[in-house]
């Protein structure tokens, strides 16, 4: 089946610095989301992207679908501590109401 | 704004018996997903309904089924339970159509079973 692969599974960071992450794929993706979860809560839609080489940004996160189509990168820009969490990719190889795929998630833990 | 409502928020039921969660889409998402997520584990796509028809099949126990309702909202109906059961569950909802269909989740039902 499809797997993305994403990394790091975890970061250990101080407060103030820049985080990066990405999922890699075999397979060909329309459309990549990132989420972020915290412990018994919903995975809340961060940025979602459509189109291949697209950039987008929301505050100080910036996401990429990669012109391949089979990877995406997430960063985070001057963390804070109220970024703890778990950060997952996601991936959906079609439209019509198709499932999606998740990666593996990046344990984000920052030391004030 | 609306979000995916679910219910109940937490569940406890003991093996063999079983359990019914709902999901109320965001007004106006057509399309309905459920999703298993175990401890430590990514969330795993169990089935779909777009319009009141399943659309999509992941690995969902035979145990299970679901349907979606002419409101929209959907019910996971889950029989003969089993201890492996006990997950988060998400339901998600979107728009099907066009080339923007991005599924927003609920804050899931976490399911215990002892």
């Known amino acids: 089946g499809q797997q993305l692969n994403q990394s790091p599974q975890s970061m250990f960071i101080q407060e103030g610095e820049d985080v990066s992450m990405n999922c890699t794929s075999s397979?060909?993706?329309?459309?990549w989301l990132w989420y972020k979860q915290e412990p018994g809560e919903g995975p809340v839609l961060l940025i979602a992207l459509y189109k291949a080489g697209e950039l987008t940004s929301n505050g100080r996160l910036t996401a990429q679908f990669g012109i391949t189509r089979k990877d995406s990168f997430l960063n985070i820009s001057a963390s804070i501590p109220s970024d703890v969490g778990i950060y997952f990719c996601a991936g959906q190889l079609g439209w019509g109401a198709q499932k999606l795929v998740f990666g593996q998630g990046t344990r984000l833990t920052i030391n004030p | 704004a609306a979000g995916v409502i679910q219910s109940p928020r937490h569940l406890i039921k003991e093996k063999r018996e079983t359990a019914t969660l709902k999901c109320y889409p965001i007004p106006r998402h057509d399309t309905v997903y459920w999703y298993q997520q175990g401890p430590g584990q990514d969330p795993q796509f169990l089935i779909s309904f777009y319009e009141k028809m399943q659309s999509d099949k992941g690995s969902i126990p035979d145990r299970f089924s679901a349907q979606q309702f002419s409101d929209y909202h959907s019910e996971l109906n889950m029989s003969s339970l089993e201890l492996g059961d006990s997950a988060l569950y998400f339901c998600a909802s979107s728009v099907t159509g066009g080339s923007q269909e991005t599924q927003y989740f609920g804050p899931g039902t976490r399911l215990l079973v002892l």
């Open positions: 397979s060909i993706f329309n459309t």
